[in-house]
């Protein structure tokens, strides 16, 4: 079994919707992030997590919010899609203890198109 | 803030090597890695350096830090036709809170 997960894999929906796109992990890890990718952008951080009472946005967090419901559950939610933000998301995980450098472990994407 | 480029596209043919480069900014980087992605998956990490190392190995992967110039190479010898994927290089923050990723490379292998 996959240790980090994303549901939906992929979803289509209209502007103005209401979207949630949710991530588990089995990994134990106590960070969570949610990044998007663009085409010729790279990834950029949209929010991070270092535990359930900790939330910080990234780069790119307006139109966005995000809910840490549980160590292992972070979802990423698109409070009034826009076109705009068709893109390739992604979840990722790492573990905080010292000596671990932030190595990221990444989930398989939901590709979001909002038309 | 940290910035991380990188060049956008390599072709190579099947049997030579390749090397993708990279440069950063955060001179307080600790850590600096390199994820690939293949087409239709997530990242995954391919290898990583620690600042205080010059090189590292890992069979076909030699990884090279030069930090006076804060650049970065990925080196795959003996490129294959299932190393075409898009390799991203990334520097951790000196909090190690967060990475900062390249636009990352395409490698294309061409038989």
């Known amino acids: 079994d996959a240790d980090v997960t994303q549901t939906p894999r992929n979803r289509i929906t209209k502007t103005g919707k209401r979207i949630m796109l949710e991530c588990s992990q089995t990994?134990?890890?106590?960070?969570m992030y949610w990044y998007r990718q663009d085409p010729g952008l790279g990834l950029q951080l949209i929010y991070y997590s270092f535990d359930v009472k900790d939330i910080n946005k990234g780069e790119i967090s307006d139109g966005y919010s995000v809910s840490r419901q549980a160590q292992a559950k972070f979802s990423l939610s698109l409070e009034s899609a826009i076109p705009n933000q068709t893109a390739l998301y992604f979840c990722a995980t790492s573990d905080g203890r010292q000596g671990f450098g932030n190595e990221q472990f990444f989930g398989p994407g939901t590709r979001l198109t909002v038309l | 803030g940290e910035d991380v480029e990188q060049s956008l596209f390599l072709s190579v043919r099947e049997g030579d090597s390749s090397v993708i480069n990279c440069t950063y900014t955060d001179s307080s980087s600790t850590y600096l890695y390199w994820y690939k992605q293949e087409p239709g998956a997530g990242l995954q990490l391919l290898t990583y350096?620690?600042?205080?190392?010059d090189m590292k190995q890992d069979q076909r992967l030699t990884v090279l830090l030069n930090k006076k110039d804060k650049h970065l190479s990925l080196r795959i010898a003996d490129t294959q036709t299932g190393d075409s994927a898009i390799y991203f290089c990334?520097?951790?923050?000196?909090?190690?809170?967060?990475?900062?990723f390249g636009k990352g490379t395409m490698l294309l292998v061409s038989p």
């Open positions: 990334a520097e951790a923050n000196s909090g190690y809170s967060t990475l900062t």
């Open positions: 350096i620690f600042s205080n190392m």
């Open positions: 990994k134990g890890h106590d960070r």
